[in-house]
């Protein structure tokens, strides 16, 4: 199973980046599907998750500025990110895994891709 990321980059602070994640062969389906991110020194944190049905959930600090995203013929998700601030500088990473009532858990990793928002 391969999880790879892509589409990180340098932001501008209230701009916009678009991360994909292409999975290898069919591990997303049927399957939630999170994105976290993780800053140097800091523990990976959980930003948004999406079940097999559509359903997201996000962690208040990106609520009503990210948005994710399946398409289940591609094997690909993606998470929209507006309204960029410093703040959101990390690596992000996606993974695929299963929910367990409203908890979601990783089995999967994708490699990283870093995102720098600055002027």
């Known amino acids: 199973v391969q999880l790879q990321a892509s589409g990180g980059g340098l932001g501008q602070p209230g701009g916009s980046l678009r991360l994909s994640c292409a999975a290898s062969?069919?591990?997303?389906?049927?399957?939630?599907v999170g994105w976290y991110r993780q800053v140097p020194g800091e523990q990976r944190e959980l930003v948004a998750t999406?079940?097999?049905?559509?359903?997201?959930d996000y962690k208040n600090f990106v609520k009503d500025r990210y948005t994710i995203s399946r398409d289940n013929a591609r094997d690909t998700v993606y998470l929209q990110m507006n309204r960029l601030k410093p703040e959101d500088t990390a690596v992000y990473y996606c993974?695929?895994?299963?929910?367990?009532?409203?908890?979601?858990?990783?089995?999967?990793w994708g490699q990283g891709t870093l995102v720098t928002v600055s002027s």
């Open positions: 062969g069919s591990i997303f389906r049927g399957g939630g």
């Open positions: 999406i079940t097999s049905a559509g359903n997201t």
């Open positions: 993974s695929a895994g299963r929910f367990v009532g409203a908890y979601y858990y990783p089995a999967y």
